[in-house]
């Protein structure tokens, strides 16, 4: 029996550290540090994850034959010290601060990794496998490319900065990844977008999906200032910065004072209220990111003459993006990554690793990907699910699923909220309906409630739907799937409802509890959704607890967000969820095969400490 090669990926010191794993190029396991951790965004050596990996697949780190880092950070280093240097004598303070860091911890990080990796296995250094460095964007290419459906594809990589490309452009063939060109720091779309999320108060590396949500409460208006004083966009969708009206290159914030006086005032301090220049400010920026998107892929298409492309980088989250991509681009079929940021390039290390360094051969067929519906994390037996409940002297209920899901289903149907917990935990930034809160979406005032009594967030924010694949065209204007939540598609005409003349004369946030569709709760201002299509093959039971809504109510759409509140990481364990549980207004919580109903539970002692735990953002 040949014995099988073992490549754990990691990602870690900047934001959103996590770990991979393949077993003969098969992706077995796959997490963020902060699902363990409890640390939103942990950027600490992925410990919590690796060992989670290894248990996963009954390994022990001395049997890893490779372990591949997601980049290069003596060529980070070499780009901050060029920074500095260029923009010199501006930026010195941040530079002092900067550069012990460097010292310390990252420009010695092969070393650091080694002392962590020894200390979580036992090994003595000597004896941990060889470790690899791959480039930023390279990783964020991989895995995009290698995990897609895609025999032939371009990949466009879009995210803040790797060492020095913001954007780059790949053509992947088989089990081959070519660069083509890239555009290099500081001329960056994410930190243009993190800018004005930045400029409009909400917290950069994590707030960048709220302005986003908050762009249709606006009017473009902007669009011409950003253009004109801001960025200089070519044709073919390259574009230049001008580097004056921001503070991102050496600074210790985003944007400047220059910046401020263009847009009219300083930036918007967080928790504040959001007034009409934000989200006129939102739809700007948006539609910015929109146009130049959509003429790079023209061009990429123009110039690789291929029918497919992958993405991959913080702003492939871009949703309205690849939405308006789908719709509107030139390929007949895009693929975006699950895991898009930081997290994803653990993952993409080691496919880069399995399929370049050692040369393997890879499979694909131009239908299914090879991410298992991204249920690529930790899940927990109904056993230790029910001695956990026992142990906390939980009362509870176990049923059958044939009895379960009618009785959640009929619960929905009567406005309850659950907390939905269930197989193997996601991987990547969206819940999946494996740490999911699900409500009814036909409900007017479900939105409100679950923001407010549940999230703890934003009333603005918008609530995605998730629903049976089969049935996405009878609701949507599309008939692709979207899996991962990746995608933005408008409610067909037949589900909207009419509006008043005094309803369509509202502006900004006036707009919010206007029910716009036969399921209001999922339909934001300007009547699109940020869709999941839910497959019987990955996710059997959340497929069949919407087939037991629709057998109620006729509708086979229910909300769907990530089961946590604001400024928490989702939930990993039984232990989180019930916690989540009972710290909020959910109604039911399903535990596996486990129901919990909120009023039978014993009285919660919290003296609400924890929320000094997270950083609310």
């Known amino acids: 029996m040949t014995q099988s090669i073992n490549v754990l990926g990691l990602s870690a010191f900047y934001h959103d550290s996590a770990a991979a794993l393949l077993v003969d190029g098969k992706i077995v396991a796959a997490a963020q540090e902060e699902r363990f951790s409890r640390k939103k965004h942990d950027a600490a050596f992925p410990a919590n994850a690796i060992a989670y990996c290894l248990e996963e697949a009954g390994l022990s780190l001395a049997e890893i034959d490779y372990i591949t880092f997601y980049d290069k950070p003596l060529v980070k280093f070499e780009r901050l010290l060029e920074t500095y240097l260029a923009f010199a004598p501006k930026g010195f303070r941040s530079f002092v601060m900067a550069i012990p860091v460097w010292l310390k ?24 496998p060889p470790l690899l460095f791959h480039e930023h964007h390279g990783s964020h290419a991989a895995s995009a490319f290698y995990a897609s459906p895609f025999k032939t594809a371009a990949v466009l990589c879009l995210d803040g900065v790797g ?30 977008y993190s800018a004005f999320t930045y400029y409009s108060g909400f917290k950069v590396n994590s707030g960048e999906y709220k302005l986003m949500g908050l762009a249709p409460y606006g009017e473009p208006r902007y669009v011409d200032l950003i253009k004109a004083h801001l960025m200089d ?23 400047n004072r220059r910046f401020d006086r263009l847009f009219g005032g300083p930036p918007r301090q967080p928790e504040a209220e959001l ?5 006129d400010i939102a739809a700007s920026i948006q539609a910015v990111t929109e146009d130049i998107v959509l003429k790079l892929a023209a061009t990429i298409h123009r110039e690789l003459e291929v029918d497919h492309l992958c993405l991959a980088g913080g702003v492939a989250l871009n949703c309205v993006a690849n939405g308006r991509l789908e719709r509107e681009g030139p390929f007949e079929q895009i693929w ?5 940021g930081d997290a994803g390039g653990a993952l993409g290390a ?8 050692l040369d393997k051969p890879r499979e694909a067929n131009d239908r299914s990907d090879t991410m298992q519906g991204a249920y690529l994390g930790k899940s927990f037996s109904q056993d230790a699910i029910d001695d956990y409940l026992t142990g906390i002297e939980a009362p509870f209920h176990r049923y059958d699923d044939t009895t379960l899901m009618p009785e959640v289903a009929a619960a929905l149907d009567c406005g309850a909220v659950v907390g939905w917990f269930n197989g193997r935990m996601e991987f990547g930034p969206r819940a999946l309906g494996a740490r999911s809160i699900i409500g009814d979406a036909r409900s007017p005032t479900m939105q409100s409630v679950m923001n407010l009594k549940i999230k703890n967030r934003e009333s603005f924010r918008p609530f995605a739907p998730a629903i049976k694949a089969s049935a996405v065209s009878d609701w949507f204007n599309t008939d692709t799937t979207s899996p991962y939540m990746l995608k933005v598609a408008t409610i067909r005409e037949d589900r909207r409802l009419p509006m008043s003349d005094e309803d369509k004369g509202l502006f900004g ?5 206007v029910a716009r569709s036969q399921v209001p709760a999922i339909t934001h201002v300007d009547y699109s959704a940020r869709l999941q299509t839910v497959h019987e093959e990955t996710n059997p039971r959340f497929h069949s607890l919407l087939s037991a809504f629709e057998a109620i109510t006729g509708c ?4 769907n967000t990530s089961f946590n509140v604001r400024g928490e990481p989702i939930v990993c364990s039984p232990e989180d969820a019930y916690r989540c549980f009972m710290r909020t207004e959910m109604d039911l919580l399903v535990l596996g095969n486990a129901l919990l109903i909120k009023a039978e539970q014993p009285e919660w002692d919290d003296d609400e400490s924890w929320k000094e735990e997270f950083q609310l953002d």
Not at 112 to 121: G, I, P, Y
Not at 275 to 279: P, W, Y
């Open 105 to 128: 911890e990252k420009l010695f990080l092969k070393v650091t990794l080694k002392r962590e990796l020894a200390s979580l296995s036992g090994l003595e250094q000597t004896g941990l």
């Open 163 to 192: 060492e020095w490309a913001t954007s780059s452009v790949w053509l992947g063939d088989g089990s081959t990844l070519t660069p083509q060109w890239e555009i290099q720091f500081p001329h960056s779309l994410g930190l243009l």
């Open 233 to 255: 966009i070519k044709p073919d969708g390259t574009f230049r910065l001008d580097m004056r009206y921001f503070n991102y290159a050496t600074g210790l914030t985003m944007t």
């Open 275 to 279: 007034t009409q220049r934000e989200m």
């Open 336 to 340: 975006i990554q699950p895991a898009a």
């Open 350 to 357: 080691a496919l880069a690793t399995w399929h370049e360094y």
């Open 509 to 513: 946030i006036d707009q919010l509890n």
């Open 556 to 559: 086979p759409v229910l909300i």
